[in-house]
């Protein structure tokens, strides 16, 4: 097959780079973590795992921003940027419903978009992913600390040199041993990014915790794993997504490409063929910011009604004026409080932020609780114990604070913002501790 001609999609003043393989009836896009488009169609193996997928599907491919092809940044794009990217990249394909097949670290974007967007997944299609990269309390896979850090030193100091490339693909024993598929992972590593970059990505997704995600998402999922180490993490991942597949295939190679990769394609292609009745969408991924006036009563008193109601309307206006500069939406407003909802934590974040500053110049002091989680539709309107989650935020929050949940945290992780832990709270009505973080404010501005 002919190699595909690349393309470039705008998002912004950004350019991202994609590819479209094959002609088939079910649009695919692919987000493996390496990148590097034009490259990695080198290796015969990844070329031939493309045409068996090209045999149903419309296989759409990029590089994210700041890697390969694509522009590059000053900041690697969080995960929020990340589905941004390839939402542009999907609409300048003219795909309107696409089955999403994330691989390794590289799935976080594509279950990130499915639950961002369900109305525009087909289906997740996951192999070789999980939950998360370090050991917790409440999971016990992963890399410690020390190791990971160990790791980093290793990335920084060999990416790119076929001695390090032989390490990265040792997990691959089908093709670890190959001479010619060493040399051109290295030249791949060149050609996606720097050293110090992919050290940067692999600590964001160390920090990266998708977990709460994953279990919001309605949409059909399969879950695929060889027999390599931890099988219990592929099973726990697999559990805490709504309705999802598990298939555990032969063989240990860690790339979809390398051992047995028709057999990865026939379960692919089974999946999809499948005729399934449309889920109800009546639940939506969403982050809810609660914003409000700080000594609303005393100022009330000390400035009586005429100059009160003056005040309130330029905090309206400061609050309505921002909102739209990151792509969010007011719900509901009461008195001098505020519910707005956004599509992306760390806008979210930003705009609070934003409007925070640009209040305190009029001598305004507002504080704000943020998270991220399932809401259910009702009437246009968000519901559920996600909005619950963010009010109980905005009442423990401190004046000029922008307090977020771990969840938040844990999904904007790579995108320079800074938080100062808070440790656990009891939130009123929502169950358990939860752990809740404050916004450093000089870090949003160095977006």
Same mark, same amino acid.
């Given at each position: ?6 393309? $470039? ?5 950004? /350019?991202? =780079?994609?590819?479209i393989?094959?002609?088939g /009836? ?24 493309l045409?068996?997928l ?8 990029h ?14 794009p969080? *995960? ?9 990249? *999907?609409?300048?394909?003219?795909? =309107?419903s696409?089955?999403?097949?994330g691989t ?16 525009r ?20 896979? &992963? ?24 390490k ?16 051109w ?9 720097t050293? &110090?970059?992919? =050290? ?5 997704? $160390? ?9 919001t ?5 399969l879950v ?19 309705? #999802?597949?598990?298939?555990r ?7 979809p ?9 026939? +379960? ?5 063929r ?17 914003t ?16 009160? /109601?003056e005040?309130?309307a ?15 939406? +007011?719900?509901?407003? #009461? ?9 992306g934590?760390?806008? #979210?974040? %930003? ?8 209040l305190? %110049? ?17 009437? &246009? ?15 423990i =929050? ?16 790579? /995108?320079? *913002?800074?938080f ?14 939860? %752990?809740?973080?404050?916004?450093e %404010? ?6």
């Open positions: 097959m002919i190699a595909p001609q690349t393309s $470039y999609a705008r998002t912004g003043d950004v /350019s991202i =780079a994609y590819q393989f094959g002609e /009836s079910v649009d695919l896009a692919f987000t493996p973590w390496i990148g590097g488009l034009e490259v990695a169609l080198e290796q015969p193996r990844f070329m031939a795992f045409e068996r090209a045999g149903f599907a419309r296989v759409i491919r590089d994210r921003r700041a890697t390969g092809l694509s522009d590059r940044a000053a900041l690697l969080d *995960l929020e940027t990340q589905v941004d990217d390839l939402e542009a990249v *999907l609409n300048a394909t003219g795909s =309107a696409t089955a999403m097949l390794g670290a590289g799935f976080g974007v594509a279950a990130m978009f499915a639950a961002m967007h369900p109305e997944t087909s289906a997740l299609l996951l192999f070789g992913a999980k939950a998360r990269s370090a050991p917790s309390d409440d999971y016990r896979w &992963g890399r410690s600390e020390s190791e990971f850090r160990r790791w980093l030193q290793l990335v920084e100091l060999g990416w790119g040199t076929e001695d390090f490339a032989a990265f693909v040792a997990d691959n024993p089908s093709v670890s041993q190959d001479p010619e598929f060493v040399r992972f290295a030249k791949t590593q060149r050609h996606w990014v050293p &110090g970059a992919a =050290a940067a990505m692999l600590r964001q997704s $160390y920090e990266t915790d998708v977990r709460d995600i994953l279990r998402l309605r949409v059909p999922t695929m794993a060889r027999e390599w180490r931890d099988p219990d993490a592929d099973e726990y991942l697999a559990s805490i997504i709504p309705g #999802a597949e598990f298939v295939l032969l063989g240990s190679d860690a790339m490409w390398a051992g047995d990769f028709d057999a990865i394609v026939a +379960e692919i292609e089974r999946f999809l499948v005729r399934r009745m449309p889920m109800a969408i009546d639940t939506v991924l969403a982050t809810v910011l609660f409000d006036m700080v000594g609303s009563t005393a100022r009330v008193v000390a400035l009586k009604d005429r100059k009160w /109601s005040l309130v330029e905090h309206d206006r400061i609050v309505r004026g921002t909102l739209g500069r990151f792509r969010g939406r +007011e719900q509901d407003h #009461a008195g001098d409080g505020f519910l707005l909802i956004f599509d934590p760390a806008r #979210a974040i %930003r705009c609070a932020c934003a409007i925070s500053d640009a305190g %110049r009029f001598g305004i002091e507002i504080r704000a609780g943020v998270h991220t989680g399932e809401c259910t539709l009702v009437d &246009g309107k968000l519901r559920g114990i996600a909005v619950h989650i963010g009010a109980r935020l905005l009442e =929050a401190k004046p000029g604070q922008v307090l977020v949940s771990s969840t938040v945290k844990d999904l904007v992780a790579g /995108s320079e *913002l800074a100062a832990d808070q440790g656990a709270h009891s939130l009123k009505g929502v169950p358990g501790d939860w %752990r809740v973080f404050s916004v %404010r000089g870090s949003w501005q160095a977006q």
